[in-house]
């Protein structure tokens, strides 16, 4: 199937960061890879968007945070269970750029996300309480845009709970998977395909976007 983007479209472009990629901190592998997909899939856009995943050191979703906890390890929070990160995207690190071979110089808006202290914010609708909302979905109904298509990192998380949340908002989520790379912590790779299923969510491929 082919899909030809209109003036009504955007593509949300998630934490393409130099944190995220080989030399990172959480590095997703071949993370790098998404760079000139997404692109090339920007230049077909009119309206794009960007989020930058943004901590203050000592972050709560650092295991750097939990004296003898460790990366990856899942804890419990305020909001719920928290997968533990390595110290990535500081605010003002190098690592929290992004990648300077993204050229997308019509990008209209950048989200930031997991700036307070004590909340993570996987999803670029809403942060991980589930309540605190990013702003996005107002920006979007304003400008009067209403399918949202996702590529970025990292597709089981970041790219995963925007794509739910967009669901949920009432726009048309799309996922150009080939344009996402996965951490996969604990088969989560294949539980985002099976959610994603389940809410109808499309996964599609760079190609079909013309
Ligand atoms: C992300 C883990 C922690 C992501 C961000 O962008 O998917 N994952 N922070
Ligand atoms: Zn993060």
Redesign the pocket.
């Known amino acids: 199937m082919s899909i030809a983007p209109s003036d009504t479209d955007v593509l949300l472009v998630?934490?393409v960061q130099k944190d995220?990629c080989p030399d990172g901190r959480?590095a997703v592998p071949r993370g790098d890879e998404v760079v000139p997909i997404v692109n090339r899939l920007a230049a077909k856009f009119t309206n794009v968007v960007l989020t930058q995943?943004w901590h203050p050191p000592g972050h709560l979703?650092f295991a750097s945070s939990h004296p003898g906890k460790q990366p990856f390890q899942t804890i419990e929070v305020a909001y719920g269970p928290q997968v533990l990160?390595p110290d990535?995207?500081v605010q003002y690190t190098p690592g929290a750029e992004f990648r300077e071979d993204l050229h997308i110089a019509h990008a209209a808006l950048v989200i930031r996300k997991?700036f307070r202290r004590a909340i993570d914010s996987?999803s670029t609708f809403y942060e991980n309480d589930r309540a605190t909302p990013t702003g996005l979905a107002g920006y979007l109904r304003e400008r009067g845009l209403r399918r949202v298509f996702l590529a970025g990192?990292?597709f089981d998380?970041?790219?995963r709970y925007s794509a739910e949340d967009a669901h949920r908002e009432g726009f048309e989520a799309i996922v150009i998977e080939d344009a996402c790379r996965g951490?996969d912590v604990d088969g989560s790779v294949a539980a985002t395909r099976r959610r994603l299923a389940e809410l109808g969510v499309r996964c599609v491929g760079a190609a079909e976007i013309t």
Request: hydrophobic share 55%; net charge negative; charged share 10%.
């Open positions: 998630v934490d995220f959480l995943d979703s990160w990535h995207c997991g996987y990192l990292a998380f970041c790219v951490i």
